[in-house]
T-cell receptor, first 111, second 110 residues
Framework: DGGITQSPKYLFRKEGQNVTLSCEQNLNHDAMYWYRQDPGQGLRLIYYSQIVNDFQKGDIAEGYSVSREKKESFPLTVTSAQKNPTAFYLC??????????FGSGTRLTVV | QKEVEQNSGPLSVPEGAIASLNCTYSDRGSQSFFWYRQYSGKSPELIMFIYSNGDKEDGRFTAQLNKASQYVSLLIRDSQPSDSATYLCAVTYQGGKLIFGQGTELSVKP
């Protein structure tokens, strides 16, 4: 079945630690996105990529980094520079104007 | 700044009633409009999309689009407790990238 796989489902980060969230899709979609969702809030765009080896900052990119070395994969690293990383992280992919397909999300907590 | 506005709710309706969810957007160039349903703790799932002015029906769901008024709505007929969720309105711009509203929380009371 085609879809988007995010892992891990739950992630705990210590202060000062970098962590990487995985996102893999087998939908053959060109574009991929990372969003952050805080409790009771909407989705805020962190980074997006429309083709391999290219990506752009979204509205809240500070403290995050990404790579797009393969069409199927778009990992997100939450760096120690992100001071308030506790949130629900959603990866999505799309093809042109057909809307997004979302992964199941990663819930990140600072301990 | 491109914006999508929704009433945050909560919107409470009795079981069997019609739930009406509304959304306005600021970019007149937007071409495609989507409604996502998000259950608590889960990721959003696409339930309706609409590209042309007018109504589009799919089962108990009807999406309505008025580009002149920059307004899109979602009607849920015969609401069920299982429809209780947050509904996100999304609008395309810049080659398919979506802007999301804050979401409207719907509660359907048995």
């Amino acid at each position: 079945d085609g879809g988007i796989t995010q892992s891990p489902k739950y992630l705990f980060r210590k202060e000062g630690q970098n962590v990487t969230l995985s996102c893999e899709q087998n939908l053959n979609h060109d574009a991929m996105y990372w969003y952050r969702q805080d409790p009771g809030q909407g989705l805020r765009l962190i980074y997006y990529s429309q083709i391999v080896n290219d990506f752009q900052k979204g509205d809240i990119a500070e403290g995050y980094s990404v790579s797009r070395e393969k069409k199927e994969s778009f990992p997100l690293t939450v760096t120690s520079a992100q001071k308030n990383p506790t949130a629900f992280y959603l990866c999505a992919s799309s093809q042109e104007y057909y809307g997004y397909t979302f992964g199941s999300g990663t819930r990140l907590t600072v301990v | 700044q491109k914006e999508v506005e929704q009433n945050s709710g909560p919107l409470s309706v009795p079981e069997g009633a019609i739930a009406s969810l509304n959304c306005t957007y600021s970019d007149r160039g937007s071409q495609s409009f989507f409604w996502y349903r998000q259950y608590s703790g889960k990721s959003p799932e696409l339930i309706m999309f609409i590209y042309s002015n007018g109504d589009k029906e799919d089962g108990r769901f009807t999406a309505q689009l008025n580009k002149a008024s920059q307004y899109v709505s979602l009607l849920i007929r015969d609401s069920q407790p299982s429809d209780s969720a947050t509904y996100l309105c999304a609008v395309t711009y810049q080659g398919g990238k979506l802007i999301f509203g804050q979401g409207t929380e719907l509660s359907v009371k048995p």
